[in-house]
Every structure is written in C-alpha cells, then in structure tokens.
C-alpha cells in the first residue's frame, strides 16, 4: 500500500480571478470545496472539484447541483486545475498557427490551441495584416480548446489579422525584474501605463521607461522614472507619478510602418518601495528584491461558477496530499 507523505490543507476568498495555491512540494492529489455555495445551496453552480496524478491540464472533476438542487458529478475538460512548477527548465512550445484577429475583442482562432489555457503567455509573430503585433508576448484569457484565445491586455488601435504564428509560453520569466512590454500609455497628470503580460507590480515600487520609438509617439518618457501610485488588477494597469499630459500621444503604429525593424516599447521594475521587513522604519525605499527568484510551485486554479477558484467573495477551502508511489506490476 502506498505511505502518505504530505498533508496540506489551506482556504482563501476568491477575487473572481483564477488563483494559484502555492505548495512546498509537489502534489499527487487535490481537492477544493466552496463554501459559499455549500452553505448557501445555490444550484447550477460546481461546489466540489478533485484532481488526481496523471490528469491533463485545466481538467479535473466536478460535484455540482443542478437547476433543482441535485447533485451530480462530471468531468471538467476545460477550467479545472493545472500544476505550476516556474523553476523548471522552460522551453517554448512549437509554432502554432492561427487564422484570424479581431482587433475589436482582441480574439485569435485557431484550430490547435496546444498546451494553451488561461493565464499562459504567447509570444506572437508574423501576425498578417497586424504586423503592431510580431514580438509581443501576451498574457491570455478565454481559451477555449483548439477554437480561439484572447489577449485581453492586447493593444487598442490594432487593425485585424488574417493569419498568425504565435508559441506558447508557459511560465513568466524566473527572476524579478522582468521587461514588460507597453500596450498603451495616457496623456495626464498622473500616466496611466498598460502592460501586455501580468505585471504583478504593487504600490510603492518604481519602474524605469526604455527608449519609446518613435513611430509609437510618446518618446518624452523615454528614460523616466516613476513610483507607481495606484495598480488596476483587472485593466493590468499602473499608474505613476508622471506628468505625461502635455507628451505626444501613445499610439501603436499602422502596420506598414511596423514591418520595419524596430523595438517595442518596455518598461522595467528597479527598485522595490518603502519596505518595514527589510526596514523597519519604512522610511526609505529598498532593494531587497530588485534580483530575486520568484519561481513558484504550485496548483493553478481556474476561476468561475463551475471552476474552483469560484467567483468573487466565495470562500474556498483545499486539501493536498504527497503520497507515495509504488509499483503494481
């Protein structure tokens, strides 16, 4: 029989986003409770998810009621669970191919999604027709299997594409900072900064402008340094105490101009804010995590009605377990 080695049990309140459960080991088990819709019976909603060793990606299995309350089981082929390990070695998926791009939803379709699920990064290329998009890497959303994907953070202005070749990228790079490619900049007191990859910055750090080309307007704040002021987790946005009212506009460029060779627009975290770990005055900004590894182990839950991460303010509770294998033949 096999030796159970680890036992580890969590909860938190879901924000309506998909959440990722960080593990100090790897796991061959999973399961996830909703509270919420447990204790207050709310039919046509999943309340109870499992996955087991050896289950595909964003699947799992489902214990939902439905419209009169009964509960019935089903498996998840999309939505569900997938195990995030960002220390191991990453190499990006092959060439992928897709057939349209709606600028208006930001949506690609495409008959072979591969390994792709929400939260994945893309790296575009040879994007016909919206050439503002060669070399961009993406945060995606939306995925549905082997049809269509959207980068929700994607840049406004582009025009649609009739073809596309993009890989998928699994994991974000391992060590802070991280280049974050610029979708979109505001002109005001305070410059509303846009990223196409999720940044995960917070208030108080500060970031550095690389040099904006010219043909994406807004070269002013090349250079800059601003401390960012306010962060908006659902636009993917910053804002920093820069005055970029009376800079040129930000623009991404007609796709004519962008088949010429250029640079995208960047820009990088260098420095953390006021820290009372590091310094417990918090007085002065540090540096304590200008360089560091931030690869995480762990259980990437999807988030939904009928997915277990839940919807907003649902109460989720979890349980993981380390067992030992053993050979049965």
Same mark, same amino acid.
């Given at each position: 029989m096999g030796v159970l080695n680890h036992y580890l049990q969590g909860s938190f309140t879901s924000d309506g986003t998909a959440h990722t459960v960080n593990l100090p080991t790897d796991v061959d088990f999973m399961e996830v409770e909703n509270w919420t819709k447990i204790a207050t019976n709310v039919n046509g909603t999943g309340v109870k998810f499992r996955w087991m060793r050896g289950m595909a990606a964003a699947t799992g299995i489902q214990e939902a009621t439905d419209a009169a309350g009964v509960l019935t089981i089903s498996d998840l082929t999309t939505g569900g669970f997938t195990l995030v390990n960002t220390a191991d070695p990453q190499t990006p998926g092959p060439a992928l191919t897709g057939t349209t791009y709606t600028a208006a939803t930001k949506i690609f379709t495409t008959a072979n999604? !591969? @390994?792709? #699920?929400n939260g994945d990064l893309?790296?575009?290329?040879?994007?016909?027709?919206?050439?503002?998009?060669?070399?961009l890497l993406a945060t995606v959303d939306q995925v549905t299997a082997n049809t269509?994907?959207?980068?929700?953070?994607?840049?406004?202005?582009?025009?649609? !594409? @009739?073809? #596309?070749?993009?890989?998928?990228?699994k994991n974000q790079a391992m060590y802070y900072p991280r280049r974050l490619f610029i979708t979109a900049i505001t002109q005001a007191t305070s410059a509303v900064v846009t990223f196409s990859v999720t940044h995960n910055l917070t208030v108080g750090q500060r970031?550095?402008?690389?040099?904006?080309?010219?043909?994406?307007?807004?070269?002013?704040?090349?250079?800059?340094r601003g401390l960012i002021t306010a962060i908006s987790v659902a636009n993917n946005t910053v804002t920093v105490d820069i005055d970029s009212s009376a800079f040129t506009a930000f623009a991404f460029p007609l796709t004519a101009v962008a088949a010429t060779a250029h640079t995208l627009p960047t820009a990088v975290p260098f420095g953390d804010g006021p820290s009372t770990v590091a310094n417990v005055l918090g007085d002065q900004s540090v540096l304590d995590g200008a360089t560091r590894n931030t690869a995480v182990r762990g259980m990437y839950l999807a988030a939904g009605a009928n997915s277990p991460a839940g919807v907003t303010s649902d109460l989720i509770y979890w349980r993981a377990y380390k067992a030992e294998q053993i050979q049965t033949s």
């Open positions: 999604t !591969g @390994t792709l #699920v893309v790296e575009l290329y040879s994007v016909t027709g919206a050439l503002q998009l060669s070399g269509s994907f959207r980068i929700p953070f994607g840049p406004a202005g582009a025009v649609n !594409g @009739t073809a #596309v070749t993009y890989r998928v990228i970031i550095v402008f690389g040099t904006i080309p010219s043909m994406y307007g807004m070269t002013q704040i090349s250079g800059l």
